[in-house]
């Protein structure tokens, strides 16, 4: 078995979302190998149930683990939500969470201590971001709100039209009320939208773009555990998928900014054999 | 076993929007008993791949003929898109889906023969309402759009906003210049869109709800087969779900018109042990 620091570093999604973060992670660790996985066949996770979501997150460790990698990055900010203590249970390996890196970097940035976080209708009611920032700063002010349109919006490629416009008035005018001064976009599609939902929130509102931050605390950790590779990788991206990988290619380009070569098709359904009782025990 | 003719009839669809379809057909057979299966945990089958959805349906139908049904009424127009086929070689009763009624129905009310059809990506991408009208009308010129944004503006309740209005527009704009004068609603969804789809396409064009259509062929056929049941129904409606019911109860309510109660929670995944390759060669 290879070193564990030349290993690549595994990034878990439910499917393409997470490219905006390893976008990121590409940026911030130029010489690092990745292994991406996409849970293309079950996506979305933003409408299933928490013990649903933590079992194809323990599927989605189980096959890293057999694969070799020496740290996890979960890009999905609904599995990281509901699924996070789970993972850190089980995997032999760090594993960083977007919904951690987000809210840390929200409370560095606010002034006044009012946040706002919004996402996929199970991130926001899985109260994760909620509990984090809490857990963070005791007394801080949170309002989340679900925006289950804007995926749809930004996967439509309609991020500079008048109805990206129209959804992000409508669903932040709360926010706006609420006077928050940072707002945690809790959604890996989210940095698509960024000018309109900017537009809607006006320019006081800080906008906290998870990938960045988490792309900044996994380079961080590799410095500090010393794990950064030494090696050139020789591939230095494969992509994993559980659906067909045409859509995943054509979509995937354009959140990844740069071309999808070497995707393998796999199988991750029932990987694992976890009761719905043991696993709603391991929801976060 | 119970005689064929006082089973439930079978409506399978990938989440909570067949449940229009179980609306219409309630009215229209109002003493049958129902055994409806969502399958929650792994909607929407809109962006899955041919092979998927029709390991899927099968999964569904394996499931259907343990339990008994006198026939089965696909519900989710892209399952009913890809996996019509390989459910009727499959099947020991009858398959009514929802593709092959609105299409005979969109036949017979075009004056111009120029039919527009809207639906999922899935759905418009596997061509099996052109088909499925060319073949039932040689000639017939039919134009479909794939509308990704219609579902969740449904599932969010904003059929009456500005917003729905103008991703109509958007949509529609193209059927409309083509001058088409009946419009296939092909998703479940979409009946709750009607008045901001009619808006868009204007007074002369006829819109064809699917789920009507499919419940009259249903209808019909229990009287032509002589298979309406005579026992009174004790659970007139019955529902399967793969995910939580908690979603599934709440905005399907809304759908179906009427309370849901005795919902029960399966698993299809690996019901069936079948290759990619068996499945490719099995979509319709």
Partial sequence: MSEVRDRPIGVFDSGIGGLTVLRALRRALPGEAFLYLGDTARVPYGTKSPATVTRYALEAADEFSARGIKALVVACNTASSLAQTALVDLAR?????????????????????????????????????????????PGIEVHARACPLLVPLAEE????????????????????????????????????????????????????????????EVARAMRVERLGRRLPPSAPIRFLVTDAPTTFVRVGTRLLGEPIADVESIELEHRLDLTDGELRARVS
């Fill in 93 to 137: 390996f760090p594993v960083f969470g977007v919904v951690e890196a987000g809210a840390r970097a929200a409370v560095a940035a606010t002034r006044v201590n009012r946040v706002g976080v919004i996402g996929t209708r199970s991130t926001v009611d899985s109260g994760a971001y909620v509990r984090t920032l809490e857990a963070l700063s």
């Fill in 157 to 216: 490629g309609w991020e500079e039209t008048d109805v990206a416009r129209q959804v992000c008035e409508h669903y932040l005018a709360d926010l706006g009320a609420a006077r928050v001064d940072t707002l945690i976009l809790g959604c890996t599609h989210y940095p698509l939208l960024e000018r309109a939902i900017a537009a809607a929130m006006g320019p006081e509102v800080r906008l906290v773009d998870s990938a960045e931050e988490t792309a900044r």
